[in-house]
Nanobody
Framework: QAQLVESGGGLVQPGGSVRLSCTAS????????MGWYRQAPGKQRELVAV???????TYADFVKGRFTISRDNAKNTVYLQMNSLKPDDTAVYYC?????????WGQGTQVTVSS
């Protein structure tokens, strides 16, 4: 059974940084496209960043230059480094693994940006 577990969320001040981690189990991690999505209260879930294969990345316009997605296939883990955080970045962040018809989600981790 494939499983994704996120960690690293919490309360951070505006302008601060945080790194999210997502560790996969029960899957051959390296063949999956991995992504981070977020959902703020009252809003739809939206794409933040995706990493395809080992290094091809795509970012939402609202995080370009601030967030970086990366993966370590030896650790079955994908990361999201978040810098220059803004209050608008407050949301539950979800990890996603996708390959063909297979689509898996983590349980989410809360990131709150507030002073």
């Amino acid at each position: 059974q494939a499983q994704l577990v996120e960690s690293g969320g919490g309360l951070v001040q505006p302008g601060g940084s945080v790194r999210l981690s997502c560790t996969a189990s029960g899957m051959f991690f390296s063949i999956y496209n991995m992504g981070w999505y977020r959902q703020a209260p009252g809003k739809q879930r939206e794409l933040v960043a995706v990493i395809v294969g080992g290094s091809t990345t795509t970012y939402a316009d609202f995080v370009k230059g601030r967030f970086t997605i990366s993966r370590d296939n030896a650790k079955n883990t994908v990361y999201l480094q978040m810098n220059s955080l803004k209050p608008d970045d407050t949301a539950v962040y979800y990890c996603n693994a996708h390959r063909g018809s297979e689509n898996y989600w983590g349980q989410g981790t809360q990131v709150t940006v507030s002073s």
